[in-house]
């Protein structure tokens, strides 16, 4: 080490130093001949000094150095006006690295965030079944849809979720599914749905492995909020696809104390009851969410949202427990964009930090960036395309008073609509369609094809529909397929599908298909047929037309549609439950 002779710079490491150009100063202000900032240039090109003739703190020589006031001379641009150079860039350098070590302190104090953030994130297997649902084709700009399936978990195995409901007895106990909605939004995210199924409806379960446990479970017929006991999420999220065909590309879960978190970090949001309410126990009745409330628009958070969440008697079922939280949702939604809380950058930290620590989430989006995106997604869709519904049901005939079963056609029409990503409010779609790409082979004469046609409309609910393979057969020859024929026996396919064994047969198999008004993802290769078949499924048990998806024919029929941009919305409270 040594000293500087620069009165006031201290002890400096002699060495290569920094040039100012490397912090983004300019370096032309301090060399000869460049103008220092606070100065003015005289008339002719000499610097001026304080007293501004021409002159310094000395006089300039005949032979053009200055006159030094401590004797001697010097040359303009010499000593002095070297160590002031000096010092100006020895400043420059503390300012620039003072910015540096600023820059990363912060940079260094975000990515500890970013991964205090991440570590709070709990992950789990996306699925935990096989399935052959594939992805909705994208649409014309390439464009795919998303589909995330939304879980409430009533698990009591924590203290906090022990204190928000349920008993002692509940502790240690595998949880239920008990709110299940499937969030999709458009390709070109420009409309977006929630539909929900009420926990007691009855659904075939298919094979699950839980992941953590490796536990198999086999296939089964059971309540659809049985699924998170056979397997976890993975499982409620296959379920839903054998049930809908539609491709589900994530799951997120929450507790109790997670819906209470979310609330406060969200702010809460406005509901509405037509009557004043308290949802508590009655005589034969035990239970209930403890929700109190008179009439008329109340802003709700914490526990009282999770109160009106949880609330079944007072809204008389569970269609009416979920048409309350799809309000609830919408009002959440609007806060949210009229408070830019998509933009906030103070209010995002808040809620990512609330977030990390409720939710569960499937692997592939188990990071605070990929779950950002994610939350981005409903930005730019408008509050009146955004359509809330609940399954279409009917009372299952086993037990009338408790389960329901997906009502036949109508659920049907509202899985193939998501499949198929067309707008559920019954509205014009927001994005074109791509078309489908011709088959490499082109398809044979009609009257040389010869098509097996199945008859697979029976269920496990359902009778197959008597000697429909012969009728669709039918409806071929009236075609000019006249090579089309009838298996006699029958089976059970929930979809109707068009299978083709190898590559030289699928331009055949698309041209059954465009006959019959059968969507081309119906069309698909399949090793466990020997020619071009036809499997009509449970989806076209009658009529002489395949009930294609519509959005000219309004919102599916027996259910409710509750809309994003409705502030009016109020529930009706059953009168039991008034006072």
């Not at 976890?232 to 997120?252: K, N, P, S």
Request: with cysteine.
């Amino acid at each position: 080490m040594g000293q500087s002779k620069v009165r006031g710079e201290g002890t400096r490491q002699r060495g290569p130093q920094p040039e100012p150009g490397d912090f983004g100063w300019d370096e032309s202000l301090y060399e000869e001949g460049g103008r220092v900032p606070g100065s003015r240039r005289a008339p002719g090109g000499a610097r001026t000094g304080a007293d501004g003739d021409g002159h310094g703190d000395g006089e300039d020589t005949a032979d053009g150095t200055a006159a030094d006031p401590r004797g001697g001379s010097h040359r303009r641009g010499g000593a002095p006006r070297r160590r002031a150079k000096r010092g100006k860039r020895r400043i420059g350098r503390l300012i620039a690295l003072s910015l540096a070590v600023l820059i990363l302190g912060t940079a260094g104090a975000g990515y500890l965030y970013y991964e205090h953030l991440n570590s709070n994130i709990r992950k789990g297997e996306r699925s935990a079944a096989d399935s052959d649902v594939r992805k909705t084709a994208p649409n014309a700009a390439g464009q795919t849809p998303l589909n995330v399936l939304l879980i409430g978990s009533d698990s009591r195995n924590t203290a906090a979720n022990l204190k928000l409901g349920g008993s002692k007895k509940s502790v240690g106990a595998k949880p239920l599914a008990d709110v299940q909605m499937l969030l999709h939004v458009s390709a070109d995210r420009k409309n977006a749905s929630v539909v929900s199924i009420p926990r007691d409806t009855k659904v075939d379960i298919p094979k699950c492995t839980d992941p953590k446990t490796e536990e198999n479970f086999p296939a089964t017929r059971d309540l659809i909020n049985a699924t998170l006991q056979r397997g976890g999420a993975g499982c409620t999220l296959a379920t839903w696809q054998e049930l809908t065909g539609v491709y589900i590309d994530h799951w997120m879960m929450v507790d109790f104390a997670g819906v209470v978190s979310m609330a406060d970090a969200i702010g809460g949001a406005d509901v509405c009851v037509r009557q004043n309410v308290y949802d508590g126990p009655k005589p034969g009745v035990p239970g209930g969410s403890g929700l109190r409330l008179k009439a008329g628009t109340w802003p709700i958070q914490g526990e009282q949202a999770l109160q009106w969440l949880r609330t079944r008697h007072a809204f008389e079922s569970d269609f009416g427990r979920s048409k309350a939280q799809h309000m609830y949702m919408n009002s959440v939604i609007r806060k949210l964009k009229d408070q830019n809380a998509f933009t906030d950058t103070g209010q995002l930290m808040d809620l990512a930090e609330t977030a990390t620590k409720s939710l569960q989430v499937s692997q592939e989006i188990g990071t605070v960036k990929k779950l950002f995106d994610l939350s981005m997604t409903l930005k730019d869709v408008p509050t009146s395309r955004i359509a809330m519904l609940t399954m279409p049901r009917i009372p299952d005939p086993d037990n009338p008073n408790a389960h329901v079963l997906p009502a036949p056609g109508e659920a049907e029409r509202l899985w193939e609509m998501l499949r198929e990503d067309l707008p559920v409010d019954g509205k014009e779609p927001t994005s074109e369609a791509k078309k489908p790409a011709a088959p490499k082979d082109p398809a044979a004469d009609p009257a040389d094809l010869g098509i097996m046609v199945r008859n697979g409309t029976g269920s496990t609910t359902q009778q197959p529909t008597q000697r429909r393979a012969a009728t669709v057969a039918g409806l071929l020859a009236e075609k000019g397929f006249t090579g089309a024929k009838a298996d006699a026996t029958p089976e059970s396919q929930k979809r109707t599908q068009l299978l083709f064994p190898s590559a030289d047969l699928e331009g055949d198999a698309h041209a059954v298909a465009k006959a019959l008004g059968v969507p081309t993802s119906a069309v698909k290769k399949s090793a466990d047929v020997s020619g071009v078949t036809l499997v009509v499924g449970a989806d076209w048990r009658t009529g002489n037309t395949f009930p294609k998806a519509d959005p000219a024919s309004g919102p599916p029929k027996n259910t409710e549609t509750v809309m994003g941009d409705n502030k009016g919305e109020c529930m009706d409270i059953y009168w039991p439950y008034r006072f």
